[in-house]
């Protein structure tokens, strides 16, 4: 059974960083490209960012270029998201997500498989 499970959310305030982790498990997902969206309350879930299958392509929000970073290691069938000078609008639930094809999207529709959500709260 596939799982994948997020960790690093937390409490910080404007201008700090936090590092998420999602660690997947229940088969290889060298050959998935891996992405991050997110959800704040009241809101649909956005695109945050993605990397192809090998980390040679990556993709942003524009609302995030600059301040955010998406890597995976392959190895540990992990993906992780370096958010750096964080804004309280980036409050929201951030979600892990899986598609089994080689290159990134940006659509929640194309992946298969989620994690269960770290909560990202930003103050002000």
């Known amino acids: 059974q596939v799982q994948l499970v997020e960790s690093g959310g937390g409490l910080v305030q404007a201008g700090g960083s936090l590092r998420l982790s999602c660690a997947a498990s229940?088969?290889?997902?060298?050959?998935?490209?891996m992405a991050w969206f997110r959800q704040a309350p009241g809101k649909e879930r956005d695109f945050v960012a993605a990397?192809?299958?090998?980390?040679?392509?990556?993709a942003y929000a524009d609302s995030v270029k600059g301040r955010f970073t998406i890597s995976r290691d392959n190895s540990k069938n992990a993906v992780y998201l370096q958010m750096n000078s964080l804004k309280p609008e980036d409050t929201a639930v951030y979600y892990c997500?899986?598609?089994?094809?080689?290159?990134?999207?940006?659509?929640?529709?194309?992946?298969?498989?989620w994690g269960q959500g770290t909560q990202v709260t930003v103050s002000s």
């Open positions: 997500a899986v598609r089994p094809g080689y290159t990134r999207r940006t659509g929640a529709n194309e992946y298969t498989y």
């Open positions: 990397v192809d299958w090998n980390g040679g392509s990556t």
């Open positions: 229940g088969r290889t997902f060298s050959f998935m490209a």
